[in-house]
């Protein structure tokens, strides 16, 4: 079974700094990507950046574009969100999802057979 661990998050002032990080488990499958994808209240959900486990190719919200930084350690099945420069409009719960043979264009697509984490609390105060 699919697993996704998410850890990280929490509160943090205007112009500081989170990391998330996002464990698999439960497959063998080498060819994988994972996106962030985050939900704020009144707000449609965001692709905020993903990663391809093959080629490394990183994809940015145009809100995120050099502030957010994906990366991840394929040893451990780990995609990692390191956040800087926070804005209070980043606030919102911030879901990890993975999907099997996926190839991302110039934005972090939603698939209806993602597998999502727990989802995690983002909040950036002013």
């Known amino acids: 079974e699919v697993q996704l661990v998410q850890s990280g998050g929490g509160l943090v002032q205007a112009g500081g700094s989170l990391r998330l990080s996002c464990a698999a488990s439960g497959f063998t499958f080498d060819d994988y990507s994972i996106g962030w994808f985050r939900q704020a209240p009144g707000k449609e959900r965001e692709g905020v950046s993903c990663i391809s486990s093959d080629d490394g190719n990183t994809v940015y919200a145009d809100s995120v574009k050099g502030r957010f930084t994906i990366s991840s350690e394929n040893a451990k099945n780990t995609v990692y969100l390191q956040m800087n420069s926070l804005k209070p409009e980043d606030t919102g719960v911030y879901y990890c999802?993975?999907?099997?043979?996926?190839?991302?264009?110039?934005?972090?697509?939603?698939?209806?057979?993602?597998?999502w984490g727990q989802g995690t609390q983002v909040t950036v105060s002013s």
């Open positions: 999802a993975l999907r099997f043979q996926t190839r991302y264009g110039s934005s972090c697509d939603f698939y209806e057979d993602y597998y």
